[in-house]
């Protein structure tokens, strides 16, 4: 079966990406920022045969990204029933989600988390904030409804979806990332 590496973005336009970073270092050093992340982050994680690249973007019309991606709708709704989407509309294969504000994820992690679905049946890569940075279902025999009832841009969000993980399914933990937010995510990351 093929893997999927679906990676969410937005279409870097000025004033639409990095709106809490934005409020802290200006609009157009969170654009600039969020440009070099998308482009870095989509170079290091193109499939190269290992795994079907799709790239999941908002708004659904956006375009202008880099070759080696085929590029869909994230399409309407809460960003639970954005993610849900691609989970169910995919070719057969476990399929993993990453956004592109996690500068530090790696080849390798995509790696482990394909590896992990083996014997697992969900993986997750926790974020410090108490989201997560990956997402990842083995889709077989079923596809569970994971962001149900979740509470986004909060620390419950990895719990959230955890709790909506049917009985008797397992998961596997990655390890914890942090995503850049605001101007103390950078600070953090030694960015002045």
Known sequence: MT???VVFAKA???GRVKNRLAADIGRVNAWVFYRRTLDAVLRRLQGNGRWQSWLCVTPDDADG?????TVVPQGPGD??????RPLRLLPPGPAVIVG?????ISRNHIHRAFEALGPNDAVFGPAADGGYWLVGLRRRPNTPHLFAGVRWSTRHA??????NLPNGKSAYFLETLSDVDDARDLLKRGVP
């Open 100 to 104: 592109t504000d996690v500068p530090d």
């Open 12 to 14: 870097p336009r000025l």
């Open 158 to 163: 990895l719990t959230d979806t955890i709790a």
């Open 79 to 84: 960003l639970g029933e954005r993610m849900d």
């Open 3 to 5: 893997n999927h590496l």
């Open 65 to 69: 990204f880099p070759p080696g991606w």
